[in-house]
């Protein structure tokens, strides 16, 4: 009876503290888990939100005579600029309101002669 205890007993010591297991602290599932959610940070959630926030930087400093395109393609030139929409010219005598928000890219006119 003493064998049966001392192999039962030194396979239950076995299983609560392995020692140094396969893989080494990188084989521990929550290491590894931790390693790739900082991992998808630092290579998609961060640059699209510094993207966001230069775009956001770029709307709110939209001028007369800047050129943009909007979220549906349309290019133009930037007329008048008021709290939440924009008038975009489009065509001679063609003028377009458009929400801020529906404006995907800004070309400043300064940048635009350069």
């Not at 007329?79 to 928000?101: C, P, Q, R, W, Y």
Request: net charge positive.
């Amino acid at each position: 009876m003493t064998t049966i205890h001392t192999i039962f007993s030194s396979t239950l010591l076995g299983q609560a503290a392995p020692a140094g297991g396969p893989g080494g602290i990188l084989g521990n599932p929550l290491v590894m888990m931790f390693a790739l959610v900082v991992m998808m940070y630092f290579l998609m959630i961060r640059p699209q939100q510094r993207q966001r926030k230069e775009m956001a930087a770029r709307i709110a400093s939209l001028q007369s005579g800047d050129k943009v395109v909007t979220s549906a393609g349309i290019h133009g030139i930037v007329h008048n600029v008021k709290d939440h929409t924009v008038m975009i010219k489009v065509a001679e005598g063609t003028m377009l309101e458009f929400d801020k928000s529906a404006i995907a890219t800004v070309h400043k006119k300064d940048s635009a002669a350069k």
